[in-house]
């Protein structure tokens, strides 16, 4: 008798906790994913539009995502808090550094705004960090709302199927969105693709997440095939069709490399195929997590030491690994060099600029991301933020090494971390909201995926296996 209760109770004590979801959490679960493959589908056509439509448009659809995703069901809400709570750090320097540079603290002010606010058409500038509080406060409220995006998209991607599906269509957006840079190369297509602004500046860094993500259907044909019973079987329809798909999105998207005359980015994006490269290799030859980080790391060491020097050129700085006309960076150059430790303010490069520019001159753009942070955030937050993109690649990268057929995901968002993190001294790519909204839902997928969903079940019904077995016995 003792033993039938044994039997009994043990499946009881497994299966305790999949009972159905109610109805309403699984609904607002699946209205949030609709949101974000909407979202996505969408960037092609942000991608041409104006650079404020985009914002509000993701702006809103991330606010209605955020409040579906986090009335979901609460098991799939705390295993995504579990990943993201080592990131909290990450998420809340910016926001207190930003309202440090809006709160009035005239000691840590930059005194070459007091004697410039006539040309700046700033009165009074108040002894704030910020030259302007309003962009201030705007990129603060952007910046949540990238923040919010990603942890939305943790929570959607949970499930695996979910996180195939943002894959794919994640792959079909930034091919298209290289598709439509080719054919705005044509006559036909001329007007498509904006030619001046900061709407230009985004498909060099869609080429390159679509040859990463293009890779990653390469990588997931090939994991899938080789899981099943017959790996011989060389004639699976799915691996040639993954394969061919995943091979002719990464076609495409160096010709629009190629036809940017970004070398110095297909380089870079090499890299990052490397990176995916390099994890399926240490995944097959058995080699554990930290042996793998430094191996790689050496490597990557040995390679920027190649690069670096090569790529600066005299004594510019940042602004030496731009590609651009000297009179395109020269108002770049002068921020640099006359930027104090804690900055200007994020969201006022443009409004500084102009101290250095000739009087009806048009408003200069930032050459490159990392010499807008550094213009705006200062040097020192800008090299903590390198330093925690570092850790997002980490995580991602253990996960990849150590995650089973679904290492993919993880790898992809590895690899996007570094050719994120190199192509932010290329060019300015990463100051385009439809830009963020990309890289922050593929490093969101990539984080989702990084641990196996079921590994907290298991452990919970060992406890109870174990549990059950002491009382009984």
Same mark, same amino acid.
């Given at each position: 008798?003792?033993?039938?209760?044994?039997?009994?109770?043990?499946?009881?004590?497994?299966?305790?906790?999949?009972?159905?979801?109610?109805?309403?959490?699984?609904?607002?679960?699946?209205?949030?994913?609709?949101?974000?493959?909407?979202?996505?589908?969408?960037?092609?056509?942000?991608?041409?539009?104006?650079?404020?439509?985009?914002?509000?448009?993701?702006?809103?659809?991330?606010?209605?995502?955020?409040?579906?995703?986090?009335?979901?069901?609460?098991?799939?809400?705390?295993?995504?808090?579990?990943?993201?709570?080592?990131?909290?750090?990450?998420?809340?320097?910016?926001?207190?550094?930003?309202?440090?540079?809006?709160?009035?603290?005239?000691?840590?002010?930059?005194?070459?705004?007091?004697?410039?606010?006539?040309?700046?058409?700033?009165?009074?500038?108040?002894?704030?960090?910020?030259?302007?509080?309003?962009?201030?406060?705007?990129?603060?409220?952007?910046?949540?709302?990238?923040?919010?995006?990603?942890?939305?998209?943790?929570?959607?991607?949970?499930?695996?199927?979910?996180?195939?599906?943002?894959?794919?269509?994640?792959?079909?957006?930034?091919?298209?969105?290289?598709?439509?840079?080719?054919?705005?190369?044509?006559?036909?297509?001329?007007?498509?693709?904006?030619?001046?602004?900061?709407?230009?500046?985004?498909?060099?860094?869609?080429?390159?997440?679509?040859?990463?993500?293009?890779?990653?259907?390469?990588?997931?044909?090939?994991?899938?095939?080789?899981?099943?019973?017959?790996?011989?079987?060389?004639?699976?329809?799915?691996?040639?069709?993954?394969?061919?798909?995943?091979?002719?999105?990464?076609?495409?998207?160096?010709?629009?490399?190629?036809?940017?005359?970004?070398?110095?980015?297909?380089?870079?994006?090499?890299?990052?195929?490397?990176?995916?490269?390099?994890?399926?290799?240490?995944?097959?030859?058995? @080699? %554990?997590?930290?042996?793998?980080?430094?191996?790689?790391?050496?490597? $990557? +060491?040995? =390679?920027? /030491?190649? !690069? *670096?020097?090569?790529?600066?050129?005299?004594?510019?700085?940042?602004?030496?690994?731009?590609?651009?006309?000297?009179?395109?960076?020269?108002?770049?150059?002068?921020?640099?060099?006359?930027?104090?430790?804690?900055?200007?303010?994020?969201?006022?490069?443009?409004?500084?600029?102009?101290?250095?520019?000739?009087?009806?001159?048009?408003?200069?753009?930032?050459?490159?991301?990392?010499?807008?942070?550094?213009?705006?955030?200062?040097?020192?937050?800008?090299?903590?933020?390198?330093?925690?993109?570092?850790?997002?690649?980490?995580?991602? @990268? %253990?996960?990849?090494?150590?995650?089973?057929?679904?290492?993919?995901? $993880? +790898?992809? =968002?590895? /690899?996007? !971390? *570094?050719?994120?993190?190199?192509?932010?001294?290329?060019?300015?790519?990463?100051?385009?909201?439809?830009?963020?909204?990309?890289?922050?839902?593929?490093?969101?997928?990539?984080?989702?995926?990084?641990?196996?969903?079921?590994?907290?079940?298991?452990?919970?019904?060992?406890?109870?296996?174990?549990?059950?077995?002491?009382?009984?016995?």
């Amino acid at each position: 008798m003792l033993g039938y209760a044994t039997r009994i109770n043990v499946p009881l004590a497994q299966c305790c906790a999949p009972f159905p979801l109610p109805r309403l959490t699984v609904l607002r679960l699946l209205i949030a994913s609709w949101l974000l493959i909407t979202l996505l589908a969408a960037t092609p056509i942000l991608a041409i539009t104006s650079g404020s439509f985009a914002q509000h448009v993701i702006s809103l659809a991330t606010a209605l995502m955020m409040a579906m995703a986090t009335r979901g069901p609460e098991a799939q809400i705390a295993s995504a808090a579990q990943l993201l709570k080592q990131f909290l750090l990450i998420f809340l320097l910016p926001v207190v550094w930003m309202t440090l540079q809006i709160v009035p603290m005239s000691s840590l002010a930059n005194p070459i705004w007091s004697a410039t606010s006539i040309a700046l058409n700033q009165p009074s500038l108040q002894g704030r960090i910020s030259v302007d509080t309003g962009a201030t406060l705007q990129s603060l409220f952007l910046y949540l709302v990238n923040v919010s995006l990603l942890v939305s998209t943790v929570i959607i991607t949970r499930d695996r199927r979910m996180a195939e599906t943002i894959l794919f269509v994640l792959s079909a957006v930034t091919t298209l969105m290289s598709v439509e840079f080719l054919l705005g190369r044509l006559d036909l297509f001329a007007g498509i693709i904006p030619q001046s602004g900061a709407a230009k500046n985004l498909f060099p860094a869609a080429a390159a997440l679509a040859i990463l993500t293009n890779g990653a259907l390469v990588a997931r044909a090939l994991e899938r095939h080789l899981h099943q019973q017959n790996i011989h079987n060389l004639a699976s329809p799915q691996l040639w069709v993954g394969v061919f798909c995943g091979l002719s999105g990464i076609a495409v998207a160096f010709a629009a490399l190629a036809a940017l005359e970004q070398h110095t980015l297909v380089a870079v994006t090499g890299c990052g195929l490397m990176v995916l490269v390099f994890i399926a290799a240490v995944r097959r030859l058995g @080699f %554990r997590f930290w042996p793998s980080a430094l191996l790689f790391l050496v490597l $990557a +060491a040995i =390679a920027s /030491a190649m !690069v *670096v020097p090569h790529s600066l050129s005299g004594s510019l700085g940042l602004v030496g690994f731009v590609s651009l006309p000297p009179e395109a960076v020269a108002p770049a150059r002068h921020l640099l060099s006359d930027a104090p430790t804690w900055g200007n303010g994020l969201g006022t490069f443009r409004l500084t600029s102009r101290a250095y520019q000739e009087f009806g001159a048009a408003l200069a753009d930032p050459p490159s991301t990392a010499v807008l942070m550094a213009v705006e955030a200062g040097r020192l937050p800008s090299a903590i933020l390198a330093a925690f993109a570092a850790q997002f690649f980490l995580v991602s @990268f %253990r996960g990849a090494v150590r995650r089973g057929r679904d290492s993919f995901f $993880a +790898a992809t =968002a590895a /690899a996007g !971390v *570094v050719v994120v993190l190199c192509e932010s001294f290329l060019d300015s790519s990463l100051s385009n909201p439809t830009i963020q909204a990309i890289v922050a839902m593929m490093v969101g997928v990539g984080l989702a995926q990084s641990v196996g969903r079921t590994s907290g079940a298991n452990h919970s019904a060992a406890s109870a296996h174990r549990n059950t077995s002491f009382i009984l016995n």
